[in-house]
């Protein structure tokens, strides 16, 4: 068994590795789309989200309700992509670290 030093050097290691992946998240862009690329939304990996773009032809009042759950839609798609990359920068940082299957970081 490895000494108490040793374990903590490698746990803040895990620690440090896991706070640049997660800062470089913020770096990694994703869009999420609907209604056939009329409403383009625009996030980070983190989930942050950067822009929205709007096809003319959905700003008419009557439009409204349309462009509210083509909004909801994309944003949904966005947040579901930035997951998967999210979940993907994660699993590179991990992939070297003895974790038992199904042990997932941030604690």
Known sequence: M????EILAMAQNVQNELEKAQANLDNIEVEGVSGG???????SAKG???GI???????QPSEKGMLEDLLAAA??????KADAASGSE???????LPLPPGF???F
């Open 37 to 43: 690329g009329l409403v383009k939304v625009k996030a």
């Open 2 to 5: 490895k000494n108490l030093d």
């Open 90 to 96: 994660m699993s590179k940082m991990t992939s070297g």
């Open 53 to 59: 773009a709007i096809d003319d032809s959905l700003m």
């Open 48 to 50: 942050r989200i950067i």
């Open 75 to 80: 944003i949904n798609d966005a947040r579901t």
């Open 104 to 106: 997932k970081l941030p």
